[in-house]
């Protein structure tokens, strides 16, 4: 079975930085279209942004500049960079992953994390 396990939330103060990691397991990762979304309650599910399986990577206007998406390929991790971080990050994030780019990127892909909290104090 396809597995992500995100890890490395946490509360931090704002100008702060975290690193999460998405663990990847049950297929393989390099056909993988992946992303990160966020959801902060009552409020909508937003992409943070995504990496083709080309490495192109694409970013929320919201968090350009401030987030960095990557693979580390050998130990099948997605890597979320986060510096500068603002309390609007406050949110549960979400790892995802579709073979199919437009499905991820609409929030419909077929693979999500249970998600870990990340919260920024002011």
């Known amino acids: 079975q396809v597995q992500l396990v995100e890890s490395g939330g946490g509360s931090v103060q704002a100008g702060g930085s975290l690193t999460l990691s998405c663990a990847v397991s049950g297929f393989f990762y390099d056909s993988q279209n992946m992303g990160w979304f966020r959801q902060a309650p009552g409020k909508e599910r937003e992409g943070v942004g995504d990496i083709d399986t080309d490495g192109s990577v694409r970013y929320a206007d919201s968090v350009k500049g401030r987030f960095t998406i990557a693979k580390d390929k050998a130990n099948n991790t997605l890597i979320l960079q986060m510096n500068n971080l603002k309390p609007e990050d406050t949110a549960k994030y979400y790892c995802?992953?579709?073979?199919?780019?437009?499905?991820?990127?609409?929030?419909?892909?077929?693979?999500w994390g249970q998600g870990t909290q990340v919260t920024v104090s002011s």
């Open positions: 995802a992953a579709d073979p199919i780019l437009w499905r991820l990127q609409r929030g419909v892909a077929s693979s």
